[in-house]
Nanobody, 123 residues
């Protein structure tokens, strides 16, 4: 089992930037696919971005394509989500997730989850 701890959330103005971090422990996740999801109040958890464990290929939801960037530092067992040009609709709790297979956009495909970090974008 992989333990995941997110950090980096906070309050930011519209158009601003934040970088979220997800530190993994318990296992080396260099071969794992990692995903970021988010959940706003009253909504379902939705896919944001994912990075493959084998090829480091990246995938993004249409709503964040061109604004967000997912990356990983295997030496630190950490995955990042760089968020730019933030909008009010990006306000949510952001979750990091891990799976041992290929990168996926469905939350049910992931085995391990962090507790989340809250992002609030104010206008």
């Amino acid at each position: 089992q992989v333990q995941l701890v997110e950090s980096g959330g906070g309050l930011v103005q519209t158009g601003g930037s934040l970088r979220l971090s997800c530190v993994a422990s318990g296992r080396t996740v260099s071969s794992y696919s990692m995903g970021w999801f988010r959940q706003a109040p009253g909504t379902d958890r939705e896919f944001v971005a994912a990075i493959s464990g084998t090829t480091n290929s990246t995938y993004y939801a249409d709503s964040v394509q061109g604004r967000f960037n997912i990356s990983r530092d295997n030496a630190k067992n950490t995955v990042y989500l760089e968020m730019n040009k933030l909008k009010s609709r990006d306000t949510a709790v952001y979750y990091c997730a891990a799976r041992s297979g290929y990168a996926a956009s469905k939350s049910s495909a992931y085995d391990d989850w962090g507790q989340g970090t809250e992002v609030t974008v104010s206008s």
